[in-house]
């Protein structure tokens, strides 16, 4: 099993990922600044959902591809490493899509709502790319139980996901009316995630490879 120190940097990493713009992100704020909270909860709730459904994918898939193929952790980890250069390059190339930005959307029921947050979050590849890409990474083949710690970083990820997101949905309309009047600091926040994002992928494709 993993320890305490060990997800806390996986958390970190999640984290900082979360606070990169995205599908999920965008569409649970333009939820809610086009209809209000309550609807930015319902698309975050299938959101949620959808990531339970890829981590179950993830955990299933990872595990058997270990055991069966040893030497597919470590091309994971070097595929892993570029995409993480290549989510820092979207974070930080010219034109980037503002998730903060008002649009104008139809009220939908609330089951819709849900669904589509669902569908956004399940149809997106990235998402199931974060999961390959990310775990293992902090997966440890020589304690055994992959599922286990596969499961652990998963619960962590899910954590870390919903609680952000609810915080972004939350005060989605304050943090609007603040970057439009500081468009400098979303530039910087751009590059920062970026900046790092890009020294994860270095550090992971400088490990040592078992």
Known sequence: MLS???????????????????????YCVSRTLSQGTRAG???????????AVHLGATVLGLNALLLAVPLAFNVLKLLGAAYLLWLAWQAVKPGGQAPFEPRSLPADAPWVLFRMGFLTNLLNPKVAMFYVSLFPQFLHPERGDLL???????VVQVLVSGCVNALIVLGAGR????????????????????????????????????
């Open 148 to 154: 286990g710690q596969t499961l652990q970083l998963g």
């Open 175 to 210: 943090i609007t009316r603040w970057l439009s009047r500081s468009e400098g600091w979303l530039r910087a926040q751009r590059w920062v995630t970026g900046g790092v994002l890009a020294l994860l992928a270095l550090r992971v494709a400088q490990q040592e490879r078992a």
């Open 4 to 26: 305490l120190q060990e997800l806390g940097w996986f958390a970190l990493a999640v984290l900082l990922l979360v606070l990169t713009p995205g599908p999920n992100m965008m």
């Open 41 to 51: 909860m319902l698309s975050l709730a299938g959101v949620l959902v959808a990531f």
